[in-house]
Protein backbone atom coordinates (compact mmCIF):
# COMPACT_ATOMS: atom_id res chain seq x y z
CA UNK A 1 0.00 0.00 0.00
CA UNK A 2 2.14 3.12 -1.25
CA UNK A 3 0.01 5.58 -0.82
CA UNK A 4 0.01 5.12 2.97
CA UNK A 5 3.38 4.52 3.42
CA UNK A 6 5.25 7.00 5.11
CA UNK A 7 7.24 8.35 2.30
CA UNK A 8 4.42 9.19 0.36
CA UNK A 9 2.50 11.41 2.82
CA UNK A 10 5.26 13.05 5.27
CA UNK A 11 8.04 14.78 5.03
CA UNK A 12 10.71 14.07 7.81
CA UNK A 13 12.94 16.76 7.68
CA UNK A 14 10.05 19.17 9.29
CA UNK A 15 10.04 17.08 12.31
CA UNK A 16 12.25 16.84 15.11
CA UNK A 17 10.64 12.99 15.87
CA UNK A 18 12.10 11.75 12.22
CA UNK A 19 14.33 9.01 14.19
CA UNK A 20 10.92 7.33 15.32
CA UNK A 21 9.69 6.87 12.16
CA UNK A 22 12.96 4.47 11.08
CA UNK A 23 12.62 1.10 10.06
CA UNK A 24 9.46 1.75 10.08
CA UNK A 25 6.63 1.61 6.81
CA UNK A 26 3.21 2.96 7.75
CA UNK A 27 2.87 6.12 9.82
CA UNK A 28 0.53 4.54 12.85
CA UNK A 29 3.24 2.11 13.58
CA UNK A 30 5.40 4.81 15.81
CA UNK A 31 2.11 5.58 17.43
CA UNK A 32 2.73 2.58 20.42
CA UNK A 33 6.26 4.24 20.65
CA UNK A 34 5.74 7.85 21.11
CA UNK A 35 5.68 8.00 24.74
CA UNK A 36 8.93 6.16 25.52
CA UNK A 37 10.53 7.66 22.72
CA UNK A 38 9.85 11.25 24.28
CA UNK A 39 11.39 10.55 27.56
CA UNK A 40 14.80 9.07 25.83
CA UNK A 41 14.87 11.78 23.26
CA UNK A 42 13.90 14.47 25.71
CA UNK A 43 17.41 14.24 27.97
CA UNK A 44 19.71 15.03 24.62
CA UNK A 45 18.07 18.15 24.28
CA UNK A 46 20.74 21.04 23.95
CA UNK A 47 20.03 23.14 27.28
CA UNK A 48 21.19 26.16 25.39
CA UNK A 49 17.90 25.41 23.69
CA UNK A 50 14.88 23.63 26.12
CA UNK A 51 14.10 24.06 29.28
CA UNK A 52 12.96 20.96 31.17
CA UNK A 53 9.84 21.97 32.69
CA UNK A 54 8.40 19.67 34.96
CA UNK A 55 9.02 15.23 34.88
CA UNK A 56 9.76 14.38 31.11
CA UNK A 57 8.43 17.95 29.67
CA UNK A 58 10.57 19.70 27.78
CA UNK A 59 9.43 23.38 26.07
CA UNK A 60 11.59 25.12 23.66
CA UNK A 61 12.84 28.68 25.26
CA UNK A 62 11.73 30.35 22.17
CA UNK A 63 8.23 28.72 22.22
CA UNK A 64 5.46 30.91 23.97
CA UNK A 65 3.35 29.06 26.68
CA UNK A 66 0.39 30.79 27.90
CA UNK A 67 -0.12 30.47 31.79
CA UNK A 68 -3.62 29.09 31.70
CA UNK A 69 -2.20 25.89 29.54
CA UNK A 70 -2.48 22.23 31.16
CA UNK A 71 0.03 20.37 29.97
CA UNK A 72 1.44 17.11 31.40
CA UNK A 73 4.35 14.93 30.19
CA UNK A 74 5.67 13.30 28.38
CA UNK A 75 6.07 16.05 26.00
CA UNK A 76 8.25 17.62 23.37
CA UNK A 77 7.26 21.76 22.45
CA UNK A 78 9.69 22.62 20.07
CA UNK A 79 10.90 26.23 18.82
CA UNK A 80 8.93 28.86 17.77
CA UNK A 81 5.64 26.75 18.76
CA UNK A 82 2.54 28.39 20.28
CA UNK A 83 0.61 27.29 22.97
CA UNK A 84 -2.85 29.08 23.66
CA UNK A 85 -4.72 30.07 26.38
CA UNK A 86 -6.27 26.59 28.02
CA UNK A 87 -4.80 24.41 25.86
CA UNK A 88 -5.08 20.63 27.26
CA UNK A 89 -1.77 18.71 26.60
CA UNK A 90 -2.50 15.51 28.42
CA UNK A 91 0.79 13.51 27.18
CA UNK A 92 2.53 11.56 24.45
CA UNK A 93 2.80 14.91 22.37
CA UNK A 94 5.63 16.55 20.28
CA UNK A 95 4.46 19.65 19.15
CA UNK A 96 6.73 20.89 16.23
CA UNK A 97 8.67 24.04 15.38
CA UNK A 98 6.46 27.32 14.80
CA UNK A 99 3.59 24.84 15.48
CA UNK A 100 0.11 26.57 16.94
CA UNK A 101 -2.23 24.55 19.40
CA UNK A 102 -5.00 26.95 20.65
CA UNK A 103 -7.83 27.65 23.18
CA UNK A 104 -9.64 24.74 24.12
CA UNK A 105 -7.61 22.15 21.66
CA UNK A 106 -6.80 18.75 23.43
CA UNK A 107 -3.77 16.73 22.74
CA UNK A 108 -2.81 13.12 22.82
CA UNK A 109 -0.47 10.63 21.72
CA UNK A 110 0.15 12.50 18.76
CA UNK A 111 3.05 14.08 16.51
CA UNK A 112 2.00 17.59 15.22
CA UNK A 113 5.44 18.15 12.66
CA UNK A 114 6.80 22.03 12.10
CA UNK A 115 4.17 24.27 10.98
CA UNK A 116 0.65 22.29 11.99
CA UNK A 117 -1.98 24.62 13.36
CA UNK A 118 -4.74 22.67 15.62
CA UNK A 119 -5.88 26.23 16.21
CA UNK A 120 -9.69 26.23 17.96
CA UNK A 121 -11.67 23.61 19.77
CA UNK A 122 -9.82 20.62 17.95
CA UNK A 123 -9.45 17.00 19.80
CA UNK A 124 -6.00 15.45 18.24
CA UNK A 125 -5.60 11.82 19.53
CA UNK A 126 -3.60 8.74 18.38
CA UNK A 127 -2.76 10.46 15.34
CA UNK A 128 0.26 12.34 13.47
CA UNK A 129 -0.38 15.65 11.46
CA UNK A 130 1.81 16.63 8.67
CA UNK A 131 3.86 19.46 8.02
CA UNK A 132 2.08 22.34 7.56
CA UNK A 133 -1.44 20.94 8.24
CA UNK A 134 -4.09 23.08 9.47
CA UNK A 135 -7.47 21.39 11.14
CA UNK A 136 -10.48 24.33 11.10
CA UNK A 137 -12.37 25.11 14.29
CA UNK A 138 -14.45 22.54 15.74
CA UNK A 139 -12.83 19.65 13.76
CA UNK A 140 -11.64 16.50 15.92
CA UNK A 141 -10.02 13.25 15.12
CA UNK A 142 -11.78 9.78 16.24
CA UNK A 143 -9.34 6.99 17.58
CA UNK A 144 -11.66 4.57 19.31
CA UNK A 145 -14.02 2.51 17.32
CA UNK A 146 -17.92 2.19 18.63
CA UNK A 147 -17.70 -1.83 18.75
CA UNK A 148 -14.03 -1.66 20.10
CA UNK A 149 -12.46 -3.42 17.61
CA UNK A 150 -9.19 -2.80 16.41
CA UNK A 151 -8.51 -0.05 13.88
CA UNK A 152 -8.47 -0.84 10.45
CA UNK A 153 -7.36 1.41 6.88
CA UNK A 154 -9.96 1.25 3.81
CA UNK A 155 -7.88 2.08 0.96
CA UNK A 156 -10.62 1.03 -2.17
CA UNK A 157 -12.04 -2.27 -1.67
CA UNK A 158 -8.63 -2.71 0.64
CA UNK A 159 -8.58 -2.73 4.47
CA UNK A 160 -5.15 -2.56 6.13
CA UNK A 161 -5.30 -3.93 9.94
CA UNK A 162 -3.43 -1.76 12.02
CA UNK A 163 -3.68 -3.93 15.51
CA UNK A 164 -4.31 -0.72 17.37
CA UNK A 165 -7.34 -0.35 19.31
CA UNK A 166 -6.35 3.53 19.61
CA UNK A 167 -5.78 5.16 16.18
CA UNK A 168 -6.74 8.77 14.83
CA UNK A 169 -5.96 10.17 11.61
CA UNK A 170 -2.71 10.78 9.76
CA UNK A 171 -2.60 14.11 7.98
CA UNK A 172 -0.10 13.92 4.98
CA UNK A 173 1.65 17.60 4.67
CA UNK A 174 -0.26 20.43 3.81
CA UNK A 175 -3.53 19.32 4.30
CA UNK A 176 -6.67 21.13 4.75
CA UNK A 177 -9.33 20.31 7.20
CA UNK A 178 -12.45 22.26 6.99
CA UNK A 179 -14.38 23.50 10.27
CA UNK A 180 -16.44 20.88 12.14
CA UNK A 181 -15.26 17.57 10.32
CA UNK A 182 -14.83 14.26 11.92
CA UNK A 183 -11.63 12.06 10.83
CA UNK A 184 -13.07 8.80 11.71
CA UNK A 185 -10.60 5.78 13.16
CA UNK A 186 -8.32 5.09 11.05
CA UNK A 187 -8.29 7.84 8.34
CA UNK A 188 -5.60 8.63 6.71
CA UNK A 189 -5.01 11.54 4.03
CA UNK A 190 -2.92 12.08 1.65
CA UNK A 191 -0.57 15.12 0.69
CA UNK A 192 -2.00 18.86 -0.78
CA UNK A 193 -5.93 17.93 0.09
CA UNK A 194 -8.58 19.99 1.43
CA UNK A 195 -11.59 18.42 3.11
CA UNK A 196 -14.78 20.42 2.90
CA UNK A 197 -16.43 21.79 6.10
CA UNK A 198 -18.55 19.35 8.08
CA UNK A 199 -17.06 16.58 6.59
CA UNK A 200 -17.29 12.68 8.15
CA UNK A 201 -14.05 10.75 6.74
CA UNK A 202 -13.51 7.33 6.54
CA UNK A 203 -10.19 5.67 5.37
CA UNK A 204 -7.95 6.70 2.58
CA UNK A 205 -8.30 10.16 0.71
CA UNK A 206 -5.60 10.44 -1.91
CA UNK A 207 -3.53 13.46 -1.88
CA UNK A 208 -3.97 16.07 -4.26
CA UNK A 209 -7.98 16.22 -4.32
CA UNK A 210 -10.91 17.88 -2.61
CA UNK A 211 -13.10 15.87 -0.73
CA UNK A 212 -16.83 17.17 -0.94
CA UNK A 213 -18.66 14.42 0.60
CA UNK A 214 -18.52 10.59 0.63
CA UNK A 215 -18.29 9.38 -2.91
CA UNK A 216 -17.24 12.95 -4.14
CA UNK A 217 -13.88 13.38 -4.56
CA UNK A 218 -12.28 16.01 -7.18
CA UNK A 219 -8.65 16.25 -8.43
CA UNK A 220 -7.44 19.42 -7.62
CA UNK A 221 -6.72 21.68 -10.80
CA UNK A 222 -2.80 21.91 -10.98
CA UNK A 223 -2.44 25.90 -11.40
Known amino acids: MKEIEIQALL ?8 PLFEGKTYPYEILPE ?9 KFLPV ?16 KVAPTASITGPVIIDEEAEIRHCAFIRGSAIVGK ?3 VGNSTE ?10 QVPHYNYVGDSILGYKSHMGAGSITSNVKSDKTLVEI ?19 DCVEV ?11 IGPDTNIYPLSSIRGYVPGGSIYKNQGEVAKKEER
Open 107 to 116: LKNVILFDNV
Open 154 to 172: RVGEEKIQTGLKKMGAVLG
Open 48 to 63: DRFEKKGENIWIARSA
Open 11 to 18: NLEKTIAA
Open 34 to 42: ISDFIVTFG
Open 98 to 100: SAV
Open 178 to 188: GCGSILNPGSV
